[in-house]
């Protein structure tokens, strides 16, 4: 089944006032992808895109690919692209290295963020930033008293101490700390097309609270395309998606709009023909 | 004036120049023949250094027990080392120098070019003082003597403190101790020699540096520190080589502070990205080229191609402009230039107006850099902005000028007589002032132009440079000939290249040269010139030797020297091009085989630490590539007395070194941090030894390794508790990073624990850079480069920000030159 729903973005993305709603819309294509690993099949054929100011969810059972798919798209060295195409506004990006797709404006919110030693999360993000913004033409770069400020703005409102910000990235953070941090980095670094990969994992209520928060705020400053990888409904009764997609064996089964989860809750993926249990 | 301590430095004991492309000369005065160490070679090192009997006895027995002790067979290879091929000893200069003006020409430019003044510079930007090598070398003497500190280069303590010397050396470390101490103590020469008296702290830490120049050579410094009750002292020893200067296009730079994506200029005139910044050892012949204008020579290999217009059979000496232009230059290797071959002074071509720059303000700026200095004024707590004129009348005209001038552009400024009867213009006007520094920079050694006015269009810049010559220049009018010769003064180097190249944006190649030290006489004033830079030109000139074409100028080669050489050399690959400017002329990247040689540094250094006092003893080390690095150091630590070594070793072939603590009474404490980074075809051995002499003595030993593209890294340790010694706390950690697949890292711990009541933590991690977290770095924009780049100096960070600042940053920088591939 292909989908390609294309119909007005609603919800969050009326709440974008017309002046900051982005002037150019950014899409990400995402056309008959797929995609090994080793000689595994994950994904088998993935038809789906992603406009500006629209947040898609993608539920599925354990080992359907979603996570597959977000990696494939950042473009991580271990999975092997065997068919089909992700055009970025157009370009084809599969071929790009993943800084380079970074750097036009994709960005993967990590299932496990990693740690790296000694490397402060405020000058790896600034370095970032910067990286990004060179790659845009841009030749100004952003001095420390401009970003600092930005980022403890950005700290405080995912409600983490601003010391996070002189320490190494994720080092020494709880499972929770690590996930609030990456959509610390998705605000200061201000993709076009986010992908979050089970952002909502391993956060009690109130985290996975502010961690919704965070999104919506950001996706209403910027007007970025979300894509959220979830298990759970729990997170898309703070985030309103516009699209929910349900994924089974590295294919999208069926779309529909947030019903679609809250069927989902009741009645398990069983409900779906098309999924059974590998 | 006030210097910050933490920035003063003693700059010591050196062994000559190491180079790509000095002017300086290695004028070794005697220099033991190759062919093998005997007893009549040991003996003539003691007699040159007129050394008291018993040190010639030391020596001898020491040769004795070289000779019988067999190469060690553990840790690295040590086959390629041939002892005949070694020359043991170098005498750089007469006599070791004890004051900064006794130190050679030489050996200061060397300072200068190891860019000691430059970090100072860039430390000290901003704030009020002025760096100058001299006056910290007398203030830090002068209040070392004052505390009865000793701080010599050893083989003049010898002379002068015979029997302290005699009391504590080859106690720490006898000749017995391995091979090399043997050999160190038979052929010893350098190195430094400290007494910290009793209860003396010396808060900034001392310096040397050391460094192997010439070829086989053999480095063997000695060094001694004793830390008596209650002091402390804190040491660094580092070896950092440095290279020739290469066009920004607005300044030049040393080639080795070149960083990958810097912009700089190349034979075309722009602007291009460096792609790489190579450095490689290199042993043979080294030419220097030297063109019209004296200054300007450089020196390069063989292999190196120039940009040239080689002379053919049948040109006249003064060759036709005509046949000249005709010619199109190409690349030659530097082996086959000859004297008068036209090679390519190149100007940048790009320009830029700036609307700020008014005839007005360049005016100003023209006579500021002439004139002007800025200084702070105590009682009124303000900048001042002086300009000094000569007590004539003219001068005094071009004073009152200045002043309306000023006025004009909006500033206050105000006129003053001195006792001398000089006229001076003073203003306070904060923005004035800031123009100045931001574009001029302030000081007779450091003024230089900024990028925005090296890129204005050339009328402006004729503009400044009329007015710089009021003050600076002076001018000989030719009466048979209407030709006008131009000659200005600087105290500043950078200055002096920058006048020439905007000289040469007006069409005339202008001469630098550098006399020795005299009177001159410049606007009926008598100037003393200390390294004047005379910047020299003359307009309608008759007939001119050097030729231009748009922004090309064919300078004929005046001479070229060869010596002999052995060192880093530098060398650049940059975008598109692959050329770049050296002191203005275009070469080409060189393309030359990497060649090697080995030398061997084996120093011995002892410290003795009384009770109750603390020594730091920090190494950086970059040896090249080729070079053993195997150095015994050992610190006895007394009653609660405190020894720390910091090491990090990057560079050389194979480097064996276990820093040790003999800790022997109670309440003393050791700690070993150490960095070893083995790249490719190099082999780290380093490590730790502490031995638990006494109880109650604690220990750390932190040890860092970094392996890459098939580099080798080991840590070696040693831990031993001697019966007795109860109540013990030690923790060792050791870390190793690697790179890729194909490096290596081995952990040697032994502990030797005699002792029950003892607490002993032992931590060993090994990690790889794994392919997710260079993913994550890069899923954030970063490159794969920069990733890897990140991830390894986070893991020397706790390292690292242990180290004075300067040699933070330089180590640092000598890891991105590890990470970006184009070394070894």
């Known amino acids: ?278 | 004036m006030s210097v910050p301590v933490s920035t003063q430095k003693i700059i010591k004991n050196t062994l000559g120049e190491y180079k790509f492309g000095f002017k300086t000369r290695n004028k070794a005065v005697f220099k033991t023949a190759q062919g093998g160490l005997t007893a009549a070679m040991v003996k003539a090192i003691s007699n040159r250094k007129k050394e008291p009997k018993w040190m010639l006895d030391y020596r001898l027995k020491a040769l004795e027990i070289f000779e019988k002790k067999p190469m060690p067979a553990w840790g690295g290879d040590l086959s390629g080392i041939d002892f005949k091929k070694i020359h043991y000893y170098l005498q750089p200069q007469d006599r070791p120098k004890n004051n900064w003006e006794d130190v050679p020409k030489d050996i200061k430019d060397t300072f200068e070019k190891l860019g000691i003044p430059e970090a100072e510079r860039k430390f000290l930007a901003g704030t009020g003082a002025q760096f100058e090598s001299e006056v910290i070398y007398h203030s830090l003497q002068k209040e070392l003597t004052k505390k009865g500190v000793v701080f010599e280069s050893t083989d003049i303590a010898l002379q002068k403190y015979p029997e302290i010397f005699r009391q504590y050396f080859g106690k720490v470390i006898p000749a017995h101790d391995n091979k090399f101490a043997a050999l160190n103590s038979a052929v010893w020469s350098g190195g430094s020699f400290i007494y910290v008296p009793k209860g003396v702290h010396i808060e900034l830490p001392l310096q040397a540096y050391f460094r192997i120049n010439a070829e086989n050579m053999g480095q063997f410094e000695r060094t001694l520190i004793i830390a008596d009750e209650g002091s402390s002292v804190h040491y660094v020893e580092g070896c950092l080589p440095a290279g020739e200067l290469v066009s920004n296009g607005h300044k030049f730079t040393n080639i080795e502070a070149v960083k990958t994506s810097d912009l700089i200029v190349t034979d075309d005139g722009k602007h291009h990205k460096v792609k790489a910044l190579m450095t490689r050892p290199y042993k043979g012949t080294m030419l220097k080229i030297i063109p019209v204008s004296r200054e300007n020579s450089f020196r390069l290999t063989t292999e190196h191609p120039v940009l040239c217009i080689q002379r053919k059979i049948n040109w006249l000496p003064e060759v036709s402009t005509k046949k000249l232009m005709a010619t199109k230059p190409e690349y030659i290797p530097a082996g086959k230039l000859k004297k008068g071959d036209f090679i390519v002074y190149t100007t940048p071509t790009k320009t830029e107006d700036n609307e700020i720059f008014t005839e007005d303000l360049l005016k100003i700026l023209g006579l500021y850099l002439a004139e002007g200095s800025i200084s702070f004024n105590k009682s009124l707590k303000l900048n001042a902005l002086a300009f000094s004129f000569g007590k004539k009348e003219s001068e005094k005209n071009m004073a009152e000028d200045l002043i309306l001038t000023i006025k004009k552009l909006g500033h206050k400024a105000s006129i003053t007589k001195s006792k001398g009867l000089y006229y001076t213009v003073i203003s306070y006007s904060k923005n004035l002032i800031d123009l100045c520094l931001t574009h001029c920079d302030k000081g007779a050694h450091h003024k230089k132009l900024s990028q925005t006015i090296m890129e204005l269009p050339v009328e402006k810049q004729k503009i400044l440079l009329k007015n710089y010559l009021k003050g600076d220049g002076s001018v000989y009018i030719r009466k048979d000939y209407p030709s006008k010769m131009i000659r200005a003064g600087t105290a500043s180097k950078t200055l002096a290249f920058q006048l020439q190249e905007i000289i040469a944006r007006m069409g005339i190649y202008a001469n630098i040269s550098l006399p020795e030290a005299s009177q001159d006489v410049i606007g009926n004033r008598i100037i003393t010139r200390q390294d004047q830079y005379i910047v020299e030109y003359t307009e309608n000139k008759k007939f001119n030797e050097v030729r231009r074409k748009d922004n090309n100028y064919f300078v004929p080669i005046k001479e070229i020297k060869s010596e002999n050489y052995n060192g880093f050399v530098f060398n650049l690959e940059v975008k598109e091009t692959n050329s770049y400017l050296v002191k203005g002329f275009a070469v080409h990247n060189c393309t030359a085989p990497t060649y090697s040689t080995n030398s061997l540094h084996s120093a011995v250094v002892e410290i003795i630490v009384k009770k109750g006092a603390r020594v730091q003893y920090t190494t950086i080390q970059n040896w090249s590539h080729n070079v053993y690095n195997l150095v015994t150091k050992r610190a006895f630590a007394y009653r609660d007395a405190e020894m720390f070594w910091l090491d990090c070793n990057l560079g050389s072939k194979l480097t064996m070194k276990y820093p040790a603590i003999f800790l022997m009474e109670p309440g003393a404490r050791g700690e070993v941090q150490s960095l070893a980074f083995a790249n490719k075809n190099q082999h780290q051995d380093a490590g730790a030894k502490i031995i638990h002499n006494a109880p109650n003595t604690t220990s750390k030993i932190v040890a860092k390794s970094i392996s890459k593209g098939s580099g080798r890294s080991s840590y070696r340790g040693l831990l031993k508790v001697t019966k007795g010694a109860r109540n013990i706390k030690s923790h060792v950690s050791c870390d190793a990073l690697l790179l890729d697949g194909a490096s290596r890292s081995d952990t040697y711990p032994t502990m030797k624990i005699e002792e029950s009541e003892v607490a002993i933590a032992h931590e060993a991690t090994v990690s790889k850079i794994g392919e997710e977290q260079l993913f994550y770095l890069m899923s954030r924009g970063l490159t794969e480069e920069e990733a890897a780049s990140a991830i390894v100096n986070g893991f020397a960070k706790p390292i690292i920000k242990q180290l004075p600042m300067e040699y933070a940053l330089e180590l640092n920088r000598l890891l991105e030159l590890e990470m970006t591939g184009s070394v070894g």
């Open chain 1, 1 to 278: 089944m292909n989908i390609t729903m294309n119909k007005p973005a609603t919800n969050q993305a009326k709440k974008i006032s017309s002046h900051e709603r982005p002037t150019k819309v950014d899409v990400l294509e995402i056309c008959d992808l797929h995609a090994n690993i080793g000689k595994l099949k994950i994904l088998n054929g993935i038809n789906l895109t992603i406009r500006s100011c629209e947040i898609h969810a993608i539920m599925g059972p354990n080992g359907s690919g979603k996570s597959t798919l977000c990696n494939v798209l950042m473009g991580h060295p271990k999975y092997e692209v065997v068919k089909g195409s992700a055009k970025f506004n157009g370009k084809e990006i599969l071929e790009l290295d993943p800084n380079e797709r970074a750097n036009l404006g994709l960005f993967l919110g990590f299932q496990h963020p990693l740690e790296i030693a000694g490397v402060s999360m405020g000058n790896f993000l600034r370095l970032a930033r910067n990286l990004n913004l060179k790659a845009a033409g841009e030749t100004k770069q952003i001095s420390p008293m401009e970003f600092m400020p930005m980022l403890k703005e950005t700290v405080g409102l995912l409600k983490m101490d601003e010391k996070f910000i002189s320490r190494s990235v994720n080092e020494g953070f709880s499972g929770g700390e690590k996930k609030r941090a990456e959509i610390v980095q998705m605000a200061v670094l201000k993709p076009k097309i986010a992908m979050l990969d089970e952002i909502d994992s391993g956060l009690d209520i109130d985290a996975l609270k502010i961690v919704a928060e965070g999104i919506v705020e950001t996706f209403k400053k910027t007007g970025l395309g979300v894509l959220l990888i979830t298990h759970y409904q729990r997170l898309l009764n703070y985030i309103t998606p516009d699209f929910v997609h349900v994924m089974a064996k590295g294919k999208i089964i069926q779309s529909g709009d947030k019903k679609l989860a809250l069927e989902l809750e009741k009645h398990g993926y069983e409900k779906f023909p098309k999924v059974d249990n590998r």
